[in-house]
Antibody, heavy 128, light 109 residues
Framework: QLQLQESGPGLVKPSETLSLTCTVSGGSISSSSYYWGWIRQPPGKGLEWIGSIYYSGSTYYNPSLKSRVTISVDTSKNQFSLKLSSVTAADTAVYYC????????????????????WGQGTLVTVSS | QSVLTQPPSASGTPGQRVTISCSGSSSNIGSNTVNWYQQLPGTAPKLLIYRNNQRPSGVPDRFSGSKSGTSASLAISGLQSEDEADYYCAAWDDSLNVVFGGGTKLTVL
């Protein structure tokens, strides 16, 4: 059973860089059928997609965050990571990692699609 | 301001049928499949419906999804107290990003 676990500092100072890692267990991050994504949720608010990465390193980013986001993958460790620079209080959120279907065997389409499963999430607070 | 539009709240009594709408555009719902997520209080979101109307194993058949044009709907029949949660629709947008709805808080009265 595939599981994802986020890890990283729970407190980041304003203007610094937020760094999180997602460790995948029970399956390989190098599967050609999936992307791997980051999604966040500010307290009391809705979900916001941050970006997704393929095992080859190919990425898609949310246009509104693209200038500050870097997502990378380490296939040897079965991990992928998020870096968000120049953070402000508005970046305070629960950050989730999730597997994202890419190749839909039923339709034959290759397109980043649904997220399943999700990690439990980690709260990152931006404060001095 | 979310790209996909959902009502902020919905409610129903046990046993009732409730629907939640999700409105988008030709670049997202109109040309790609819609997925729905359920987020129970204090937990991570869980995939509820994928490919417009498919249920992952373990999801009761009380939950169903549909899509028409640039809109989609989630229906919950035989409403139960444990269905009280936040529900989100999402889709791939042809501008190369994932878009979510703002979420609908479902209250079971």
């Amino acid at each position: 059973q595939l599981q994802l676990q986020e890890s990283g500092p729970g407190l980041v100072k304003p203007s610094e860089t937020l760094s999180l890692t997602c460790t995948v267990s029970g399956g390989s991050i190098s599967s050609s059928s999936y992307y791997w994504g980051w999604i966040r949720q500010p307290p009391g608010k809705g979900l916001e997609w941050i970006g997704s990465i393929y095992y080859s390193g190919s990425t898609y980013y949310n246009p509104s965050l693209k200038s500050r986001v870097t997502i990378s993958v380490d296939t040897s460790k079965n991990q992928f990571s998020l870096k968000l620079s120049s953070v402000t209080a508005a970046d305070t959120a629960v950050y989730y990692c999730a597997r994202q279907l890419y190749y839909d065997i039923l339709t034959g389409y290759s397109l980043p699609n649904w997220f399943d499963p999700w990690g439990q999430g980690t709260l990152v607070t931006v404060s001095s | 301001q979310s790209v996909l539009t959902q009502p902020p709240s919905a409610s129903g009594t046990p046993g009732q049928r409730v629907t939640i709408s999700c409105s988008g555009s030709s670049s997202n719902i109109g040309s790609n499949t819609v997925n729905w997520y359920q987020q129970l209080p204090g937990t991570a979101p869980k995939l509820l419906i994928y490919r417009n109307n498919q249920r992952p194993s373990g999801v009761p058949d009380r939950f169903s999804g549909s899509k028409s044009g640039t809109s989609a709907s989630l229906a919950i029949s035989g409403l139960q107290s444990e269905d009280e949660a936040d529900y989100y629709c999402a889709a791939w947008d042809d501008s190369l990003n994932v878009v979510f709805g703002g979420g609908t808080k479902l209250t079971v009265l």
